[in-house]
């Protein structure tokens, strides 16, 4: 599969415990996207890398977020303290660099979150 | 933070209609455009993207654009049952997209 998969699926958790979600972009694209996505509303921007080097963060974003993306392929998302706001579908995305604004991003299936 | 405005709907039609999807940005400098379109529980896909004013055209989909208005649309002609979904904007700024809340659209058999 060419895709781009996430994991888990979905990841009910207490709140107060970490969780960490995975990404593993299309093989050809250096960029990822990461974004969160709560009912009825559209999808949020959380942060992007370009290769290994995270470009931005959103100023919205608790310190409770982390991302990595280590070797410049897939990535994590660490979500530290969880809390019941949290919970959301969280969806990555990948696209080239060369031509994100040309043929727009590849999401991931996303990983549901739900904090109990 | 970039605007992005939909209307929430939902939007009717009977199959076989046109359905008309609108969308309005507050940034004058955004010069990229997107539709996707969302299933209930699924991610979404990109459907068009639009760059320059005025019309293009993919299969049953008509994307509009008018920058001047700041404003975008989505056009889907002969509209099937599987057509029903959320339709989200999304206007590019500095590589990063931007979503409306989208529009929920439902055609009737």
């Known amino acids: 599969d060419t895709g781009v998969s996430q994991d888990p699926r979905h990841k009910i958790t207490k709140r107060g415990q970490n969780v960490t979600f995975r990404c593993d972009p299309i093989?050809?694209?250096?960029?990822l996207y990461w974004y969160r996505q709560t009912l009825g509303q559209g999808p949020e921007f959380l942060t992007y890398f370009q290769n290994e080097a995270q470009l931005e963060k959103s100023r919205l974003l608790s310190d409770r977020f982390s991302a990595e993306r280590p070797k410049g392929s897939f990535s994590t998302l660490e979500i530290q303290r969880t809390e019941q706001g949290d919970s959301a579908m969280y969806l990555c995305?990948?696209?080239?660099?060369?031509?994100?604004?040309?043929?727009?991003?590849?999401f991931g299936s996303g990983t549901r979150l739900t904090v109990v | 933070q970039k605007e992005v405005e939909q209307n929430s709907g939902p939007l009717s039609v009977p199959e076989g209609a046109i359905a008309s999807l609108n969308c309005t940005y507050s940034d004058r400098v955004s010069q990229s455009f997107f539709w996707y379109r969302q299933y209930s529980g699924k991610s979404p896909e990109l459907i068009m993207s639009?760059?320059?004013?005025g019309d293009k055209e993919d299969g049953r989909f008509t994307a509009q654009l008018n920058k001047a208005s700041q404003y975008v649309s989505l056009l889907i002609r002969d509209s099937q049952p599987s057509d029903s979904a959320t339709y989200l904007c999304?206007?590019?700024?500095?590589?990063?997209?931007?979503f409306g809340s989208g529009t929920k659209l439902n055609v009737k058999p």
């Open positions: 093989s050809e694209h250096n960029r």
């Open positions: 995305a990948s696209s080239s660099a060369l031509t994100p604004t040309l043929y727009g991003y590849t």
């Open positions: 999304a206007v590019e700024d500095f590589n990063k997209f931007y």
């Open positions: 639009i760059y320059s004013n």
